[in-house]
């Protein structure tokens, strides 16, 4: 299994501003993924993201609104560049450790104004 | 685009009752997994169907993956608040999970 902490829990930041999002996993792991969930609704894959190399992203999101590091096996960030209120929504980092389970970290709420 | 649709979408029952959330797609997944997502936090794994027609039991729950492997039921047995919560069903592909539109659980004591 793996414990994964995201880092802020919560934000409040105004239009055209940038927000980055840290993900944080105890253990090595083979893929990291980021998603976007409103409150109460489904989970949306927005990328993989891929340790050493650019970040594999989902129709609808490109990297220069959505740019991802992975630096190495335990860490990854997502960044929400230019906000809009339309960004608001919770933003959920998961991994897998070679399995088809997925482990999430408690997801980071965003609120643009 | 792999569609996944849940339903009810919500559900509102008195503790003790039965009951059954069902998971529909025209894709066909190499495995099919269930989630419960509780305020505040991501979803946790509950089970993961692979074989087209297994049934799976984790106490009270009932988990059904279709014989065409592209549906799946979750029956849940004399509900208790604790059940109370977001169930998402997932079918997995390409090492990539597509979540379904997740059914909002509330159990009544």
């Known amino acids: 299994s793996a414990v994964i902490s995201q880092k802020p829990s919560r934000d409040i930041c105004q239009r055209g501003t940038s927000l980055t999002i840290q993900c944080q996993v105890d253990s090595q792991v083979t893929m990291m993924f980021w998603y976007r969930q409103q409150p109460g609704q489904s989970l949306t894959l927005i990328a993989t993201?891929?340790?050493?190399?650019?970040?594999?992203?989902e129709s609808g999101f490109v990297i220069d609104k959505f740019p991802i590091s992975r630096p190495n096996l335990t860490f990854s960030t997502l960044t929400v560049s230019n906000m809009s209120p339309e960004d608001s929504s919770i933003y959920l980092c998961s991994a897998t450790t070679g399995g088809w389970e997925q482990f999430f970290g408690p997801g980071t709420r965003l609120t643009v104004l | 685009t792999q569609l996944l649709e849940q339903s009810p979408q919500f559900l509102s029952i008195q503790e003790g009752e039965n009951l059954t959330v069902y998971c529909n797609s025209s894709?066909?997944?190499?495995?099919l997994q269930w989630y419960r997502q509780e305020p505040g936090e991501g979803p946790v794994l509950l089970v993961t169907v692979v074989t087209g027609g297994e049934v799976k039991k984790l106490k009270r729950l009932t988990f059904q993956f279709g014989d065409a492997r592209k549906d799946s039921s979750l029956h849940i047995t004399a509900a208790q608040p604790g059940d109370t919560g977001l169930y998402l069903c997932a079918g997995a592909s390409n090492e990539k999970l597509t979540f379904g539109t997740g059914t909002r659980l509330t159990i009544i004591p």
């Open positions: 894709s066909v997944f190499s495995s």
């Open positions: 993201a891929n340790q050493g190399s650019e970040a594999t992203y």
